[in-house]
């Protein structure tokens, strides 16, 4: 393997030590953070993933309070919760696990998050604050994708970055906060033509498609740092967008999946949850 691994577990230990350290700070001062999770439905991934954030929670000592709620949960109901989380004062970070169910619409569920407990930054106002360059709470795992390349030294003022996919989740904000950075930014997509002939021309590429090894070696160019968010499961085995053991052999820098950006992404949102609580309390 020629490319150096950015180890997501490192830098997420690192950012959690970095927020048990924060959070003993606020609780001298007689603030406890609080988060909110609410998980509707029985999708067996989305408890898992809600299990870990309660459990990163009561590592670093936030306060976690899990709501759970069957699947044909009326939006009345959803909205009512969120609407008495919003008022709470120990609350200081609320997130609505998706996917929800189909008869639940996630726009409107999440624009009823107050903006400023929006810890996922999905909130239209804090994706508005994001586009325009301003202070906000932005998206976990774009965020997450530059807080890596910043812990690993690399830099990205002024080079080419290409980004595949355009959900609202991940590519759009990837691109803007990589474009924030002043690197100069490709957005490639389900529909783009000669894909290969572009992510070739990439300094930085960020892969965030949802399938399985899709980028491979002869897309990649020689020392580019390769990112990938993907998850996705083969058989027994979880692996990423890109085809980790053949790019690893042409490119700088790699995360791998597992143990890549989706731990990082976790402790973003327990830094989110620490920004959100002292915009709240300390201002």
């Known amino acids: 393997m020629k490319a150096v691994l950015i180890d997501g577990k490192k830098i997420a230990a690192e950012i959690k030590a970095e927020i048990k350290a924060e959070v003993e700070k606020l609780r001298a001062k007689g603030i406890i953070p609080g988060l909110a999770t609410i998980l509707v439905g029985d999708d067996p991934a989305s408890h898992i993933y809600v299990r870990n954030k309660v459990k990163d929670c009561e590592e670093t000592g936030i306060f976690s309070e899990k709501i759970v709620l069957p699947g044909n949960t009326s939006a009345g109901?959803?909205?009512?919760?969120?609407?008495?989380?919003?008022k709470r004062n120990d609350i200081h970070g609320i997130l609505v696990q998706l996917p929800l169910p189909r008869h639940l619409d996630e726009f409107e569920i999440i624009s009823a998050i107050a903006p400023e407990k929006d810890v996922d930054g999905f909130h239209p106002v804090n994706q508005g604050l994001m586009l325009i360059g301003r202070d906000a709470i932005y998206p976990c795992t774009p965020a997450g994708v530059v807080e890596m390349l910043k812990r690993y030294g690399i830099?990205?003022?002024?080079?080419?970055?290409?980004?595949?996919?355009?959900?609202?989740?991940?590519?759009?904000?990837?691109?803007?906060?990589?474009?924030?950075?002043?690197a100069t930014v490709t957005i490639c997509h389900s529909k783009t033509e000669n894909l290969s002939e572009i992510t070739k021309t990439a300094d930085i590429l960020v892969v965030a498609v949802g399938r399985a090894r899709m980028v491979t070696a002869d897309m990649v160019k020689e020392g580019a740092v390769v990112v990938d968010v993907g998850i996705n499961r083969v058989g027994d085995k979880i692996v990423g967008d890109v085809d980790f053991e053949a790019v690893a052999q042409v490119a700088g820098y790699i995360t791998p999946v597992p143990g890549g950006v989706g731990l990082v992404t976790r402790a973003m949102l327990l830094k989110n949850t620490i920004k959100a609580c002292k915009r709240q309390t300390v201002g």
Do not use: Y
Request: hydrophobic residues 45%.
């Open 77 to 86: 109901e959803l909205l009512d919760i969120v609407e008495s989380l919003n």
């Open 155 to 182: 830099r990205m003022e002024g080079r080419h970055a290409v980004v595949i996919g355009r959900s609202n989740i991940v590519g759009k904000p990837a691109a803007v906060l990589l474009l924030k950075e002043n």
